[in-house]
């Protein structure tokens, strides 16, 4: 079987359209299927719309969130709930077209156990190509595991990587960069991204700034590193300054118009101490980041709460805190 997991958010108005398209495409799969759709507390008519569909089509399976938890909580709930031997992640906008997960499912037939996207295009306005493309890189550069440029949580994956992805025990997740750290075998494949087909993208600035730290803090510590160095850097500075104003001092010397008899130190006094605040504050900010990811995590609260559901029996993989 293959399961075909949908996150999805205030999306009425594309729900015929998501559902034609995807039914159609599993047409060309040659397998049973079932489309695992997760409605993460939607505002609108998405459950109403979904639930119809579901009641009428035994290869769609409904859950609905009590509230609103999160694009990767949606992901999350989706894949535990889904029993395909082949799973896909896909959104509910259609950027990522369903006419093309027949390629990435017949890589995943020749034994691939992740077979990811790679955006070549993408249709997004002008500042969002730039912040993705700067994020991506910059991502990379300080993640201590490899994580693709360009690829987002669209993808297909062998059920012996889902069972190892549903195992791991932590709420704050960052799919793209877990399947990664899993291991096993993986390929990129490339695809043009469309735009989206209806309505407003649901993933504000805040949102898409949330989800980029919590690639950074999951999968590296170099933000701390730098924080240590950048401490070290300044102290060094200011001692080796320290040493040369009292040189300075000592022999009387005027360097660059400076004299330490005659500088009153007013203004380079403020300038110094507003620069090693604002060091200090960011270096506070850093640490707090990964001190509130620690105590969200050890609060052990689930990381979703299932309201409703519609074509299944059974409450999915029990995940550590659920």
């Given at each position: 079987m293959i399961s075909v997991v949908v996150p999805m958010y205030n999306e009425s108005d594309g729900i015929p359209m998501l559902?034609?398209?995807?039914?159609?495409?599993?047409?060309?799969?040659?397998?049973?299927y079932e489309l695992v759709w997760v409605d993460d507390g939607s505002q609108d008519e998405t459950y109403a719309l979904c639930q119809k569909l579901a009641e009428a089509d035994p290869h769609l399976k409904l859950i609905g969130f009590t509230r609103n938890f999160g694009h990767q909580a949606a992901v999350t709930a989706g894949l535990c709930y889904a029993n395909g031997d082949i799973i896909a992640i896909i959104d509910a906008d259609?950027?990522?077209?369903?006419?093309?997960?027949?390629?990435?499912?017949?890589?995943?037939?020749?034994?691939?156990?992740?077979?990811?996207?790679?955006?070549?295009r993408r249709?997004?306005?002008?500042?969002?190509?730039?912040?993705?493309?700067a994020y991506y890189r910059f991502l990379a550069s300080m993640a201590d595991i490899k994580i693709?440029?360009?690829?987002?949580?669209?993808?297909?994956?062998?059920?012996?990587?889902?069972?190892?992805?549903?195992?791991?025990?932590?709420?704050?997740?960052?799919?793209?960069?877990?399947?990664?750290w899993l291991g096993f075998r993986h390929i990129?494949?490339?695809?043009e991204r469309q735009a989206r087909a209806y309505g407003e993208p649901k993933y504000t600035l805040a949102k898409l700034v949330n989800l980029g730290l919590d690639g950074i803090i999951n999968f590296s510590y170099r933000p701390m590193r730098l924080l240590t160095l950048m401490g070290a850097g300044i102290g060094l500075a200011s001692c080796l300054l320290a040493v040369v104003v009292v040189a300075m001092y000592l022999g009387?010397?005027?360097?660059?118009g400076y004299n330490p008899h005659q500088a009153t130190g007013w203004t380079s006094l403020i300038i110094s101490i507003l620069f090693l605040s604002g060091?200090?504050?960011?270096?506070?900010?850093?640490v707090g980041e990964y001190i509130g990811r620690i105590f969200d995590e050890t609060k052990g609260r689930p990381m979703?709460?299932?309201?409703?559901q519609v074509g299944f029996d059974h409450q999915g993989t029990k995940l550590p805190g659920r």
């Open positions: 559902y034609e398209r995807l039914s159609k495409a599993a047409q060309s799969w040659g397998e049973d259609l950027q990522d077209p369903p006419e093309e997960l027949h390629k990435f499912i017949d890589k995943c037939r020749e034994g691939y156990d992740v077979v990811y996207a790679i955006r070549t249709k997004e306005n002008l500042f969002k190509r730039l912040f993705y493309w693709p440029l360009d690829s987002g949580d669209f993808c297909v994956m062998s059920r012996q990587i889902l069972d190892a992805l549903n195992s791991l025990p932590e709420r704050n997740r960052f799919i793209r960069g877990l399947r990664v990129g494949l490339a695809y009387n010397l005027t360097v660059l060091t200090q504050l960011f270096g506070l900010g850093v979703y709460l299932v309201g409703r």
